[in-house]
C-alpha cells in the first residue's frame, strides 16, 4: 500500500497553525450585503441622495440650454422650376403679395367753388372727411363744414357716403342724405348753399 507523500513544510505550517488565510479569502468569507447595509445605511442613503441631485442638476442644465437654442428644421429645397429663376423670384416673399396691399374703389375730387383743390381714393379703410385734422382724413378748411362731417365707405361692392350729424347737412344730387349709395359722377354737396362740391368717379 502505497503512503501519501506530503512536503515537509506544508506539514509543519499546518501542524504548528502557521497557515493563515489570504486577506482576498478573508473579505469574501465575511463579506454580507445585510452587514454592509446595517454597517454603512447613512452613508449609502447619502451618497444616493447626492446621485440623484446631480441626475437633477444635469437634466435641468439640459432642458433649459434646449429651450435657448431650440433646434431649427430647415424645410426642404423646392425642386428647380424648368426656368432659370432666383430663390426670390421662385418664391415671393409674402410681405409684397398682392393681399398686403389695399384695393381701391373710386376715387372723389373735392372742388370749392368750380377749383378742384384735391383728389382723395377710396380704399378699404373708410375715408372720413371734416375740417378737423385730429378727426378726418380728408381735410376741407371751410367753415360751412363741420369737424367730422362725413363719410365715405366700401361694404359688398358698393361705396356709400353717410352724414356723421354734420351741421349743415350732406346732399347728394341736391337731395338730403343720413346714408346714400354713390354712383359714377354723383355730386356731393357738403352743406346745401355751400360751394363745397365733391364728385365720385368709380
Known sequence: MKKKISSAPAVFIRRYGLWKPSFSMRCVAGFSLLNFWQENNS???LGALVALLIIVFVWLVFRRRHDAFPEIKFEAE???SGKDMTAIEDQPDKAFSSA???KFFGKIEVLVGNQQINTFLITD???TIGRDPAQALAIIQEAIVSKLHCSIFYRDGQV???DLNSTNGTYVNEEKVSVC???DND???LGKKGTIKIIYHK
Open 43 to 45: 452613508a449609502l442613503l
Open 78 to 80: 423646392s425642386p428647380a
Open 100 to 102: 398686403s396691399f389695399p
Open 125 to 127: 379703410n373708410p375715408l
Open 160 to 162: 356709400f357716403i353717410k
Open 181 to 183: 349709395e354713390l354712383h
Open 187 to 189: 355730386v356731393v354737396h
